[in-house]
């Protein structure tokens, strides 16, 4: 029994020796361990002479990986799609005028008609919200090259809001597709030309109009006289005016 004992000890003594260090299991693939102090992340790389080098492994926000020893310079550049006709939209302000003219129009910088290729007088159309769209004419004014200004009822009807993206395109151009829908399909071709339009007024708006007014009822030449007629102002300039259905 005695040398029993002994020969299980040795054997004891044997197996510690002949183990080998967690050190070894720590390293890892190539020679590299995880390490974790608080908050922080590294590595450690423990070499066969049991030195141990460590340092940090940088982890960007937004979970792309990234490599070791790479730097800003090293990482591809992000191409950005640049849409000359993608405009900042600024709405005129609750004084201005309201004419006909001045809601069919859209100005914009003589840098940015020049890049357009369009030209102060020349019909355009104007992209806003929800595939909404409108002719406009084109005006130069001094406004930032990346803004547009329109009225508050050429907004109104394009859904949008001040600040809202809006887009220029030149009738016919590449970006007019011949088979879209709706307000789209002006984008193809030029506007037409009606010799006569019929103007009938909403009835909402009628009966709140007769309503502030005691409520007596306002004859067509009245309507005419007071509003329609100065809305179109046809004595200012060629005697037309650019509209579109639904949008008066």
Do not use: C
Not at 29 to 39: C, E, H, P, V, Y
């Amino acid at each position: 029994m005695r040398f029993a004992a002994t020969t299980l000890a040795a054997a004891v003594a044997a197996a510690a020796v002949i183990l080998p260090a967690p050190a070894v299991e720590a390293r890892g693939i190539f020679g590299l361990s995880a390490r974790r102090a608080g908050n922080s992340f590294g590595l450690q790389n423990l070499d066969p002479r049991g030195d141990v080098t460590s340092f940090p492994l940088s982890i960007p926000r937004g979970g792309s990986p990234a490599v070791v020893g790479e730097t800003d310079e090293d990482r591809p550049v992000e191409e950005t799609l640049y849409l000359p006709g993608l405009l900042d939209a600024t709405l005129a302000k609750k004084t201005a005028p309201i004419s006909a003219k001045a809601d069919s129009t859209v100005y914009i910088s003589s840098k940015k008609a020049k890049e357009l290729k369009v030209k102060s007088g020349q019909i355009v159309g104007v992209i806003g919200r929800r595939r909404r769209a409108a002719y406009a004419t084109v005006e130069t004014k001094k406004v930032s090259s990346g803004a547009a200004e329109v009225s508050r009822n050429l907004g109104n009807n394009l859904r949008i809001r001040d600040g809202d993206k809006i887009k220029v395109v030149k009738l016919g151009s590449d970006e007019a597709d011949e088979e879209a829908t709706g307000d789209m399909r002006l984008m193809a071709s030029q506007p037409s030309t009606a010799e006569s339009a019929t103007l009938s007024p909403i009835e909402d708006s009628y009966n709140e109009l007769v309503a502030t007014e005691g409520g007596d009822e306002i004859s067509d030449e009245e309507i005419m006289d007071r509003f329609v007629v100065p809305y179109l102002d046809l004595e200012d300039g060629d005697n037309t005016v650019l509209l579109k259905k639904g949008h008066v």
